[in-house]
């Protein structure tokens, strides 16, 4: 017999549950990669798999409040 992790994922959240999911960490991962480009492509497609405003903007929100290195504020005249 078989396990398969990524089927039984799916039976307990549900196609689009897990659809929407995993477009919501792929746009949390554009983010934090600071691959901007895509972001407007990963929203939509969140959406297209039942994401709502909300859903959006958690991440948006997650991210700002995340401690990544590359968007830590620093004084460049500080000596």
Do not use: H, W
Request: aromatic share 6%; glycine share 6%; proline share 1%.
């Amino acid at each position: 017999m078989e396990n398969n992790i990524l089927l039984s994922e799916e039976q307990a959240l549900g196609r689009d549950q897990l659809l929407k999911v995993t477009a919501l960490l792929y746009f949390k991962e554009a983010l934090v990669t600071q691959k901007f480009e895509t972001c407007r492509e990963l929203v939509d497609a969140a959406k297209g798999a039942g994401a709502t405003q909300g859903d959006i903007s958690t991440v948006i929100a997650d991210y700002l409040q995340a401690e990544v290195p590359s968007r830590r504020k620093t004084n460049r005249f500080r000596l």
